[in-house]
């Protein structure tokens, strides 16, 4: 048998207690590709990816690498077989220095013992100048933007001379303009033949950087693509197990007046005087890139900042919101784009988490009155869908789709009639995501104002009526979804450009 | 193995070994005379440590508990000897032993507010506000007290924690009846479902259009407030107050909630579990004690039982994942 170059999986496999979450899983990883992996979440992505940066003593299977079988049972050995992973979560220390954060682990030495500061340096900056970014080697990570961390995540990759590079979701929270750059850099380090495992839930980034696409489902393979095989529809429909029709929904007509909420020269926070109007039963999209200011604006409305200058009105009365307390009492509601961090009590019920905002309207005086809120909550359950063997379940456990059906339900839950959701399908996958904006916009038409922040254009598109542009702190533009949207007008507003 | 079993035994049966084991090492143990003893002996780790429970369940620490007590307890006796030989008329008993008895509540609350207000307000580490008020408050009681050791008081100062009803000591009813109303409040009121999510996530009960720094600033006030009342059933239970009082009740008070297991890190536990944790710590004192082992052995013991539950408590996480 020809020896494979590159990493090859024969039959991996990994169970956990009640879930088979890796089986009979064979991949491969060849110099000089990006092998993308898509999958549901749960499909088996995650542990496929914590297999090989040795995050598990025990797995069933065999890898080779060149030919030679090897063994990953610790993540130092992973690191000595050069395979390096770039999580989701960052790994960097943000107290430390961008070069101290390349090195840390594999200081360059003098004398045995003492960090050669000389040397880091330079490599360092070599490896920085290679990627071709520009970010100063002392520099806090803690100050720096998500996409700068991820190439110092990328530079201390190279720095160990890595041969796979992992790439977990690289652009769930990165702008356009930051994800052509990695684009850029992914390429480059392809043809000096460095091989990639690229997972992503963003269909149009697949086309566009993958060389092969492997889709899971239920912790198995289904099925291997060449990058001209894989068409949206094509890789949709196997992550889904079934064909999938047209997702996006017929444009809403909201024609009215009458204003649920209007803004007006709010500034704070890098936010620059930004004024709109939110129509009763409208969805109105805000786009921009990364750090336009957008959740920083919408964390003003509710509250949870302080506003320097500007008014807000609801239903027409001038209003002063200086606690998200303020803004619930007001009938605001606000899901934040991080869900696991400042939307639920993961460790807690899902049916405590939905009730946590409206407790007062579920208790008699200062007591829980568990039927009621057992009767509220399934209510929920059974008009969003939400899955789950039980209500009485850690909301940790559920999927991430469910989970922010969850915080939607807690909003539901205290009557509010102005939602705002931030960044409302990441993390999500396909399917999760199709019913989160046929959600949203079930909810338009019975009534409720919504706005929803997207990085992701074609999400804001397919569910918005209207998207308001932000850039730099400012609202740069308009468009009309209904009428006119295209991707590229959007993207001109985001970028800075404004429209007469 | 080894792992699970302990992880699925639990605190219950650790406690339950631990009775039989000293049971069978000495006959004296297990006597209603000794066990009411151990019971009494407890009974003031338990109070101080319900409070505690408030405060670690939201991530959090409570070091000036011990003395706190102590500020407490130097108030209400200088301010009972002060008053004592004056003549209130029919409202002598209101103002010689009530009054005292509230000002050493209000102390402890007013003491463990100050800590909360810092913490939550202002955000000081809980660690760094509580540890300079436990230099603060023990000052403040040898200030109050001009080092003096105050002694012998009436039976109403000395009643909860000297006193029988119905041949029962009124400090166990007492301790029992506190768990009882902090674990109602804890399981079963809105304040209770606050307590557990601001130890989950802080910033979700925030955006949820709550108040979480003033849920905060409560847990130690009601710690505060746990040592007031610990202070008045210490004070009855020496017949003694002297500003050394309470040295070394947090670490007793943190191994109890701990060794109950709720987590060191928030949002989960049980005040039920701090009883047990807290006689867990009594019978094994106990126990030690009658098996003639030195006080200083003692102080090993209890600290690497204190280690042991945290590094339980991290083994039942990983026995879940």
Known sequence: MPVEPGLVTRKLGKSFPGVRALDDFDFVIR???????????????????????????????????DGQPVTITTPARAKALKIATIHQEQCLVPAMTVEENIHLGDEPRRNGFMVDKKAARKAAQEVLDRLGVKIPLDARVRNLSTAEAQMVEIAKALVLDARILILDEPTASISDRDTAELFRIIRELKARGTGFVYISHRLQEIAE????????????????????EASADRIVEMMVGRPVGEL???????????????????SGNGVIDASFALKRGEILGFAGLVGAGRTDLMKMVFGALPVAAGTISVDGKDVVIDSPRAAVRLGIGYLSEDRKGEGLVLKQAIDWNIALASLPALSNGPVVDRKRERA???????????ATPSLSKPTGQLS?????????????????RVLIFDEPTRGIDVNARAEIHTLIRALADKGSSIIVVSSDLPELIQVSDRILAMSEGRITGEVAVARNARQAEVMELMLGGTRA | MLNRLVARAGIYGILIASIAVLSVLSPHFLTVNNLTNILLQ?????????????VIMTGGIDL??????ALSIVVMAVVHKALAPMDFGIFQWLVVIVLPMLLALVTGTAAGLVNGVMVAKARVPAFI????????????????????????????????????VFGVPMLIIASLVIVGIAAWVLGSTIYGRFVYALGGNRVALRLSGVNAARVEMSVYGISGLACGIASIALLGRLNVAQPVAGMGYELDAIAAVIIGGTSIFGGEGKVANTLLGALLVGIIRNGLNLLNVSPNVQLVVIGAIIVAAVFYDKLKDSARA
């Open chain 2, 129 to 164: 506000m509580t540890l300079g008020m436990m230099s603060m408050a023990r000052g403040g009681a040898y200030i109050v007290s001009d080092n003096q050791t105050i002694s012998v008081f009436p039976d109403g100062l000395t009643f909860l924690g000297d006193g029988r």
């Open chain 1, 400 to 416: 991430g789709g469910n989970q922010q059906k969850v915080v939607v339900a807690k909003w539901l839950e205290t009557g509010c």
């Open chain 1, 31 to 65: 110099p000089g590709e990006v092998h993308c992996l898509l999958g549901e979440n749960g499909a088996g992505k995650s542990t496929f990816i914590n297999i090989l940066s040795g995050a598990f003593a025990e797995y069933e299977g065999e890898i080779e690498i």
């Open chain 2, 64 to 69: 000036s508990v011990g003395s706190i007590v």
């Open chain 1, 209 to 228: 950087i993958a060389d092969t696409v492997t889709v899971m489902r239920d912790g198995r393979k289904v099925g291997e693509l060449t990058a001209e």
């Open chain 1, 248 to 266: 996006s929904a017929p444009p809403r007509n909201v024609e009215t007046d009458d204003i649920a909420m209007a803004v007006s020269g709010l």
């Open chain 2, 42 to 54: 407890v009974a003031i780790t338990t109070i101080i440590g319900v409070g505690m429970t408030f």
């Open chain 1, 376 to 386: 509220a909550a399934e209510g929920h359950r059974k008009r969003l869908s939400i």
